[in-house]
């Protein structure tokens, strides 16, 4: 379907990592994939051992993740969205690579408010807290766009895709707090993007809510196994996969559709439930 076009995938952190499941099966519609991880740059300025402890290690099982599941001829670069150099050093470097992009898929988000599967009182939750959460899981969308056409890398009729949740809308039997408003953020921005970049670009923009899924780190981290049966029994067609979410992200990926500004459900129905 994609006959060699090209796709940047973020948000790989390992194996299990959503980002992975859409990257093989972009591969397996026999598109090309680049993709980017967390890891120390030369941006990063004053960070401590432990910090750069992490973020080593995130970049070791990002590669290792990469190079088992997409082999290692596939590129890869590190990018952390919080560093506006790092992204616009990304997009200036795609450019004199001469690699030219498709499409690209956002799976970035973090939530420092939630810590052991303990979500924070919204009350209780810190600007820098609040604005950390933003900046990484929502306005990134917009950073990312903006250095990719700065540079001419995104290509016109070219398509994004967001990974979104539920709660971006409603309060569900977990309640998220925080990371609920920087997805409501996310798919705002999806929309008011699909107006400007399609007029401009040609450029698709739409983001997918998906079901809880405990199989990545941020899963891990934020769902119990009572959560994901709840919404597996709640759903009309059970919990969806990985699988049935990078299948729907190809589908809005593959080239000529008119598919924009949409917030989809890949969620097995849990959306229709009263
Ligand atoms: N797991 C679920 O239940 C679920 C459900 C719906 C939507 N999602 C969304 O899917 C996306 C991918 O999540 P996942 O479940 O695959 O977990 P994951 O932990 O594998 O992926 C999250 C990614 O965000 C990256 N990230 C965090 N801070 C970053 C920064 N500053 N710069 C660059 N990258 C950064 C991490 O490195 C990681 O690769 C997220 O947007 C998440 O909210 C997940």
Redesign the pocket.
């Known amino acids: 379907m994609f006959n060699g076009q090209t796709f940047l995938i973020?948000?790989?952190?390992?194996e299990?990592?959503?980002?992975?499941y859409v990257a093989k099966q972009v591969k397996a519609n026999g598109g090309n994939v680049i993709c980017?991880?967390?890891g120390v740059t030369q941006f990063h300025k004053g960070l401590s051992e432990k910090a750069k402890a992490f973020l080593d290690k995130?970049h070791d099982d990002?590669i290792e993740a990469v190079n088992n599941g997409l082999g290692s001829d596939t590129v890869t670069e590190v990018?952390?969205?919080?560093?506006d150099e790092n992204i616009e050093d990304f997009a200036r470097s795609l450019k004199e690579k001469g690699i030219k992009l498709n499409g690209f898929l956002?799976?970035?988000?973090?939530d420092k408010t939630i810590r052991g599967k303990e979500v924070k009182p919204l009350l209780e939750v810190t600007k820098n807290e609040f604005c950390d959460t933003m900046?990484?899981?929502a306005y990134?969308l917009i950073r990312l766009s903006y250095y990719l056409l700065k540079y001419e890398v995104l290509q016109p009729g070219s398509s994004i895709c967001?990974?979104?949740?539920i709660a971006a809308q409603k309060v569900t039997f977990h309640p998220y707090r925080n990371?609920s408003i920087a997805?409501a953020a996310?798919e705002r921005i999806t929309i008011e993007l699909a107006d400007e970049l399609g007029r401009k670009n040609g450029t698709r923009v739409n983001a997918?809510?998906?079901?809880?899924?405990?199989?990545?780190?941020?899963?891990?981290?934020?769902?119990t196994q009572q959560d994901y049966d709840t919404s597996n029994k709640i759903s009309p067609l059970g919990n969806a996969g990985?699988q049935d979410l990078a299948a729907e992200v190809v589908h809005l990926f593959r080239p000529g559709s008119k598919i924009t500004g949409e917030i989809r459900h890949v969620d097995g129905g849990y959306n229709i439930m009263g």
Not at 79 to 83: A, E, G, P
Not at 106 to 110: D, G, K, L, T
């Open positions: 973020t948000g790989i952190a390992d299990n990592s959503l980002a992975m980017t991880g967390l995130n990002f990018l952390d969205v919080t560093l956002h799976a970035i988000a973090m900046e990484v899981s990134s967001s990974l979104s949740y990371i997805k996310l997918i809510r998906f079901s809880p899924y405990m199989g990545s780190k941020a899963g891990n981290a934020t769902l990985p």
